[in-house]
């Protein structure tokens, strides 16, 4: 029981003191009866202080604002919950250690990371569908809140799905569990085989290769998604010495050689040995290399991915906090760091876009690093993320050019990386 002691006041300068007790029952009731409770308790303050005929009825209006004051301190705080259904699009066999994550975030705020409000994982994910209930906090819900819900598949530190749109939620609207579609976002899971001669994605090789000034040290990195990374480093000379590239992988119909398609004028091609555990260079028109030289790439005991830096194009959007492009040379979409020259980029990417029309994906180019970030969100793992070092333009109205066009990017020459 709650005792509210209030001070009626009389127009002759006197005073009464009135104490009021409130069942701690009325605490769990809705705001709505809450409401009929209230008024219910002035009128009979104003019928029970009747016959002084000097009571203001402002002390009784005093009186009923104390008790909802009193009442909303007990009110508990109330858990809500919203459900739903995440399905990724693709027919992939997860791996066993995905994890899936959905999360409830405040996005009302541009200049500031998402406010986590609620947060459910499966660990194990299992396959999709993911279905799911994030639990969350009523007080934690304002008026000035823009709610949203974000769903990922990661394993270990790399995304492997995720949403790539916005999805409102708790907008005063009737509840309704949520459907969520999940799009590959790079570095996804190798689709369920028998056999593969590349073996187990994603995976890193590396060896020396003779050239004509010496020996270069090649690296390349093969995700799951057929997007690849190279990096030739050349040892005879001083740095910067190293040239990278990133373009689209595939296998040849037919055959098991392996061409990579990125920004040369001509593509790679590659032989698999024994079940991926090497790769041997072949010439530009697929046949092997006649040398006593080494003319092969060993794999990695772990995928060990290089952090490329070159000129990229792609399709970047901004919405909220949410800063990612879509890379013309691969597909991939990765988040982008705000930092380095995103400002420069935000600026005109801002300016571009036509009014009303937020988060529309805008052509843009620019030399970036690719490279681990840490997570915005507390205990998630570091993803890969495009840093942008200079932003050179944004282009409206223009897409992507044709994949692997050699225009997708451009790779820098050894004299011209840093």
């Known amino acids: 029981m709650l005792h509210i002691r209030c001070l009626v006041a009389h127009p002759d300068g006197g005073h009464d003191h009135l104490m009021v007790a409130i069942d701690h029952r009325l605490a769990v009731v809705t705001l709505n009866h809450l409401a009929i409770a209230l008024h219910d308790v002035a009128v009979s303050l104003e019928q029970t202080l009747d016959p002084l005929r000097t009571t203001s ?10 008790l909802f004051a009193a009442v909303a301190l007990l009110q508990p705080a109330r858990a809500g ?61 304002t008026p000035r809140g823009r709610y949203s819900v974000r769903a990922t598949v990661l394993q270990g530190g790399r995304l492997l799905f995720t949403t790539d749109t916005i999805h409102p939620v708790l907008t005063g609207e009737p509840s309704q569990p949520l459907h969520l579609r999940l799009v590959q976002a790079g570095g996804g899971p190798q689709p369920a085989r028998a056999s593969s001669p590349l073996g187990r994605l994603p995976a890193s090789w590396r060896g020396d290769l003779p ?17 690849y990374q190279l990096r030739q480093t050349f040892l005879n000379r001083p ?50 290399i006649t040398s006593r030289h080494n003319a092969r790439l060993q794999r990695l005991g772990a995928y060990a991915p290089i952090d490329p830096r070159l000129h990229l194009q792609g399709m970047f959007s901004f919405l909220a906090d949410a800063a990612s492009i879509r890379l013309c040379a691969t597909g ?3 988040p982008v760091a705000m930092e380095g020259d995103f400002r ?33 969100e507390t205990g998630r793992p570091p993803l890969r993320t495009l840093v942008v070092e200079r932003f050179v333009g944004v282009h409206p109205g223009k897409g992507c050019p044709q994949p692997n066009a050699n225009t997708a990017h451009k790779p820098q020459p050894p004299h011209l990386a840093r």
């Open 81 to 141: 919950t919203l459900t739903g259904t995440a399905t990724i699009r693709e027919r992939i066999a997860l791996p066993p250690d995905a994890v899936f994550e959905a999360v409830l975030i405040d996005i009302a705020r541009v200049d500031a990371p998402a406010e986590v409000l609620g947060r459910v994982r499966l660990q194990p994910a299992g396959q999709s569908p993911f279905r799911f209930s994030i639990p969350f906090n009523d007080r934690d819900i």
């Open 332 to 334: 991939t979409r990765l």
């Open 211 to 227: 050239d004509a000034g010496g020996t270069t040290r090649w690296q390349v990195d093969l995700s799951s998604d057929g997007a």
């Open 57 to 66: 009825f402002a002390s009784t209006a005093f009186a009923s604002t104390a």
């Open 239 to 288: 740095a910067p010495n190293s040239f990278d590239d990133i373009g689209r992988w595939r296998l040849e119909s037919g055959s098991t050689r392996l061409v990579l398609r990125g920004g040369r004028e001509a593509p790679l091609v590659f032989q698999p040995v024994d079940g991926g555990s090497a790769l041997r260079k072949l010439d530009p028109q697929g046949q092997p």
């Open 344 to 376: 420069s980029l935000e600026k005109a990417y801002l300016k571009a876009i036509p009014a009303g029309a937020a988060g529309t994906s805008l052509l843009v180019n620019l030399e970036g690093l690719i490279s681990s970030r840490p997570s915005m």
